[in-house]
């Protein structure tokens, strides 16, 4: 692989200053969360009139050293980069997701996840979904185990020749009355997310779908502007000009969302205060008909 990458730089960028001298769980739930918190879930260099590639030199540099986040096979492909290096048994392996409106799972793996085995215990790692679907730390690979996290309990469940992720969450509760309506709101408590082969995966594997997804005009990427990013509380999310923020309540089984729909003169002062992005390229915001929940 090619050089001028660093772990210090990476640590920094996603503000972790432990030992990373021991390739242990604690480590590796530590830094999935850093991840979460400080690398945005999005697609906007598409919209700006830049590339997304899968170079791993090209990542890191606008991952980590732009202060930029990226879709799954950027950021999933920089974390499981990070994982070798610090002496993690990684492979990287492909997802399709569920795709509610058709009740199946789309035909090519357009999600890139990682597997990482600890002490002889294997763990999905997942650090690029965005929104209520985003994990804050790896799931032990066991079948039909509820996994609680912040956003709700999480499941892996074995159906012989593929691994499925779902989800059970919380009601919405939303401030806004004119957003009571919104096709951007999940009403469905348990929801299926994607399913996933332990086959390992190369990068070859997923160069064409990267192209694809960033080219075809039914992909949801090119008819939707995206920008998520985790919070302590919850998440923050920019779809279009609509600009959400979601706190988890889990004592009152709701999640508060908060939405209001943003003009285009100030997309740009959203982004930088609210993902700390600075686009150097105009960005022109998307938000045409496709199936899209936070």
């Known amino acids: 692989m090619k050089g001028k990458m660093n772990l210090e730089e990476y640590f920094k960028r996603i503000g972790f200053h432990g030992s990373y001298d021991k390739p242990d769980l604690g480590t590796l739930k530590l830094i999935h969360k850093q991840h979460v918190m400080s690398l945005p879930f999005e697609n906007l260099s598409m919209h700006c009139g830049e590339r997304i590639t899968m170079d791993l030199e090209v990542i890191f540099n606008k991952l980590v050293r732009s202060n930029r986040g990226g879709w799954c096979m950027e950021n999933n492909s920089l974390f499981g980069w990070v994982l070798r290096k610090m002496g993690y048994d990684t492979v990287t392996l492909g997802s399709k997701v569920f795709h509610s409106t058709t009740n199946v799972f789309g035909p090519a793996d357009t999600h890139l996840i990682n597997k990482v085995v600890i002490d002889g215990k294997a763990y999905i790692t997942d650090v690029s979904f965005g929104v209520s679907s985003q994990l804050w730390e790896p799931l032990e690979l066991v079948s039909g185990k509820g996994q609680p996290q912040a956003a709700g309990i999480f499941r892996l469940i074995d159906k012989g020749d593929i691994w499925v992720l779902e989800k059970t969450g919380r009601k919405p509760k939303v401030v806004n009355p004119e957003f009571a309506k919104s096709s951007l709101v999940n009403r469905v408590e348990t929801n299926q997310i994607y399913c996933f082969s332990l086959v390992p995966r190369e990068v070859d594997h997923f160069l064409e779908t990267n192209n ?37 309540k889990p004592e009152e089984d709701v999640d ?39």
């Open 212 to 248: 694809k997804l960033q080219t075809d005009p039914s992909s949801l990427f090119t008819n939707k502007t995206i920008c998520s990013l985790q919070t302590p509380t919850g998440f923050r999310a920019l779809v279009g000009w609509t600009y959400s923020e979601v706190t988890y």
């Open 256 to 294: 508060v969302l908060d939405m209001r729909d943003i003009p285009d003169e100030e997309i740009d002062q959203i982004l930088k205060e609210k993902f700390c992005i600075m686009l150097k390229d105009k960005l022109q915001p998307v938000n045409k008909t496709a199936c899209y929940t936070l």
